[in-house]
C-alpha cells in the first residue's frame, strides 16, 4: 500500500527533474546563437575609439603624445609609442595597452576604465584588433 509521503515524495522528484531538465533546454536555446558563431564583432571606431577618448587622449593624443603614444586614430594605436607597439593584434595578454590598463597604471589620474569597457578592448584585440 503505498503512502501519501510516498506519492508526494514521487511527485516532487518528478516535478524536480522536469524543472531542471526546462532550465537546460532554456540555457541550450540562449547559448545556440553564440555557439552558432553569430557573435558580432567588436568594432574600433563605435566602441573602442569612445573608450580610448573618455581615458587617454587627454594625455595620448596628437594635441599631447605622451612617450609618442597617440591613441587618438587606429594608426596611432597600432603605432605605439617611442618604446614599440601598445597592441598585439589576436594577443590581448601580450598587449602593453591590456597590461597597463588591467594593473590601474593607466589612465594615471581621473576616473579608471572599468571591467567592461577593458573587456571591449580585449575582445577587439583578440579578434585581431581590425580597423572596422
Not at 516535478?15 to 564583432?41: C, F, M, N, V
Not at 605605439?80 to 601598445?86: M, P
Amino acid at each position: 500500500m503505498l503512502l501519501r509521503s510516498d506519492v508526494l515524495s514521487a511527485l516532487a522528484v518528478t516535478a524536480a527533474i522536469g524543472l531542471a531538465l526546462q532550465a537546460d533546454a532554456e540555457r541550450a536555446r540562449t547559448l545556440e546563437p553564440a555557439a552558432a558563431g553569430s557573435h558580432a564583432e567588436v568594432s574600433f571606431a563605435t566602441e573602442v575609439m569612445p573608450i580610448l577618448e573618455k581615458y587617454c587622449w587627454e594625455c595620448h593624443s596628437a594635441d599631447n603624445a605622451e612617450l609618442g603614444l597617440m591613441l587618438d586614430t587606429y594608426e596611432g594605436v597600432m603605432a605605439g609609442s617611442d618604446y614599440g607597439t601598445v597592441v598585439e593584434a589576436g594577443d590581448p595578454d601580450g598587449s602593453l595597452l591590456v597590461d597597463m590598463i588591467a594593473s590601474g597604471d593607466m589612465p594615471e589620474e581621473g576616473d579608471k576604465v572599468t571591467p567592461e569597457e577593458l573587456e571591449v578592448i580585449r575582445a577587439w584585440i583578440a579578434e585581431g584588433a581590425e580597423n572596422n
